[in-house]
């Protein structure tokens, strides 16, 4: 069955774009810290893994979530492997939606999203605090939970428009 | 009831060890794995050192290159805040300039004095400096550090101040071959010992996770000395021999509990690290 498009360069690198932009996230930490907005922050790496590993998880590999972890905590200065510990989990609740999900629904998708950064974040804060003895402000998860949920539905608008550009891309 | 914690085992199980066709591992897998780098991690594990200080290598450079256009947003925005207020600030500044003139001829007399009493009681301070610059500016919600770029390979060790132009910034927490990491005085975990000036008050300067310090473990009475109108001035007190003492640090103007960093630490590109040994007659 050969294809009536050729495959050109742009269309194989946009099937690798998640984990690109997860790779330059993770590096990044995009969080718009800059704006120096009191407690404002969002965590893009959650809604991005939580997006593709739940839509398209083999545009997403469980492998290349692991190693964006390792750098994250490299990145961040955290205990190597606590970030991947805590993606992957994220992978978890998105691979046992996908069981349990008949007809997706954007409503269900964003509570578990809630429940989902809610339960990874406290993970991660009480594994800081009481086995690594790191001064953390819970506030300030509980607020960066709080606007990564609220931001969903805008990211989850951009993430839609490019999943239809690479499935379009991949059926041609 | 039982077909239902059937189909939730199910749904589970299969969470955790399906893969499709394009995934190598399974979730299982790298939940285990990443909870032993954890572990192992935590006990300093040879191997895990090795594997860290390899992504630290690749990471720092490769974060350097992808936070430039953040960088340079963060920037712009930060030129046109200063843009706004240039005016104010010339006015305030041209009053401070004249008041530092004045100061500055007293400070001279001061500086040439102080080295006289050292020589006197044979006591000298030898520092040395290693300039670096900024390679990643990290300001995290939860962790307050930079990346620089000189390592061990520059002779930088654990522990040794960083200065941005003559006030301190933080110290070296992380030490690689060619980058090492420095944890801001506006970090949560750091504390350190502080002289405050005019009142002679030593106190510990902790990060509060913001732009500012506060002052810790000062007894109640003293707090009294600092309801004084004048600004107080807070130095590095030198004590535990980890700071060169007098390093100016910021000052406290409004509120007593406050520390206003002389520094600002999202805008440096160039830093100077410094290690000093006090050498005297003992």
Redo the contacts between chains.
Sequence with gaps: MSSLNKKTFFNSILSYFPVLIL??SV?????L???EIEYF?FNFVYILIFYWTLKN??LL???S??IA???ND?????????S??CY??I??AT??L???TITPNFINDWISLLITILLVNSIQVVTLDI??S????YM??FI?SGFTFIFYPFILILFNILEIKIKFQTND | MASSRD?FV???R???L??????????LT??F???????L??FNFKA?QY??MG??EV??R??FI??I??NY??KL?IQFKEHMKVYKNYKKKELLFDELKKKQLSNEFLISENNRLRELINESIQSKDIYAKVL?D??????K?IILNKGSKDNVKLGMAVLDDSYLVGKII?VNYTNS?VLLLSD??SKIPVLLEPQSLHAVLSGS?KNYGVIEYTKEEHNNKLDIEDKIVVYTSGYGGLFKPGLPVGEITENKKIINFFSDF?QMDYVKIVSFELQGED
């Design positions: 790779f330059i590096l990044n930490e995009v969080d810290n800059f704006l922050s998880p083999n590999g469980y492998g979530i692991f972890g390792l750098m490299v990145v961040i200065g955290m205990p190597i492997g606590i991947s510990f992957l989990l992978c978890t691979a046992y996908r069981n349990i086995i690594f790191f001064e953390v402000n300030k998860y960066n | 189909d199910i749904a589970i299969s969470a955790f399906s893969k499709s066709y394009k995934q190598k591992f399974s979730l790298l939940l794995l990443s909870l032993i780098v954890l572990v991690g935590t895990v594997l860290k992504i630290n990471a720092y490769s974060s992808a936070s256009p953040e947003i963060q925005n990643i990290r300001n995290s919600p939860y962790l550090s992380e990491r949560l975990n996770g999202q």
